[in-house]
Nanobody
Framework: QVQVVESGGGLVQPGGSLRLSCAAS????????MEWHRQGPGKEREFVAS???????HYADSVKGRFAISRDNAKNTAYLQMNSLKPEDTAVYYC?????????????WGQGTQVTVSS
């Protein structure tokens, strides 16, 4: 069993910053990739950013230059630094972890953390 827990969400004014954390724990041998997705009010869940084992990153066009994903392999934790936040960034942010377990490689989702950008 693998657990994924997000934290760091909250209310921030436009132009502000937040740092989200995603911690994976449990019966896993290795994490191949960690991703952030988000789902805004009345919208479908969308990809935000990803980081793979070698450190390569990928971003949605809507967040390029404003968000930065990083990873601490020793802690099985990924971070999402969000700067210059806009009201349209308001969403529940979810972390997805691709982890190798005794049964194979599976994707695990956290419960999400709410980010609200409003004045």
């Amino acid at each position: 069993q693998v657990q994924v827990v997000e934290s760091g969400g909250g209310l921030v004014q436009p132009g502000g910053s937040l740092r989200l954390s995603c911690a994976a724990s449990g019966s896993l041998f290795m994490i191949s990739a960690m991703e952030w997705h988000r789902q805004g009010p009345g919208k479908e869940r969308e990809f935000v950013a990803s980081i793979i084992n070698g450190g390569a990153t990928h971003y949605a066009d809507s967040v390029k230059g404003r968000f930065a994903i990083s990873r601490d392999n020793a802690k099985n934790t990924a971070y999402l630094q969000m700067n210059s936040l806009k009201p349209e960034d308001t969403a529940v942010y979810y972390c997805n972890v691709s982890a190798m377990t005794t049964r194979g490689i599976f994707d695990y989702w956290g419960q999400g953390t709410q980010v609200t950008v409003s004045s």
